[in-house]
């Protein structure tokens, strides 16, 4: 059993930069590839990218490639979501997730899910 916690969500103006932040809590944890994603009012939920275990490889979709970068620490068992030059189509409730593979955090079906932190961008 794996339990994930997102926080560091919040209101920011276009532009500008938030760093949300995930920890796996479990025996496992650190065994378990890690993910990101959102969902915006109305819309399915999208998947923002994705780092291994160790944190050498992630994956990242063209919409945010370039201004999201994941980072892990593997000590403190936290993944790290650094996001820059916001804009207002990033607002979503951010979800943190832990799965087997990277593949099923790309297909979106992650093993655990976190409860969500809300992103809000203002123009």
């Known amino acids: 059993q794996v339990q994930v916690v997102e926080s560091g969500g919040g209101l920011v103006q276009a532009g500008g930069s938030l760093r949300l932040s995930c920890v796996a809590s479990?025996?496992?944890?650190?065994?378990?590839?890690m993910g990101w994603f959102r969902q915006a009012p109305g819309k399915e939920r999208e998947f923002v990218g994705a780092t291994i275990w160790s944190g050498s490889s992630t994956l990242y979709p063209d919409s945010v490639k370039g201004r999201f970068t994941i980072s892990r620490d593997i000590a403190k068992n936290t993944v790290y979501l650094q996001m820059n030059s916001l804009k207002p189509e990033d607002t979503a409730v951010y979800y943190c997730a832990a799965a087997k593979s990277l593949h099923s955090l790309v297909v979106i079906t992650p093993n655990y899910w976190g409860q969500g932190t809300q992103v809000t961008v203002s123009s």
């Open positions: 479990g025996r496992t944890a650190s065994s378990y590839a």
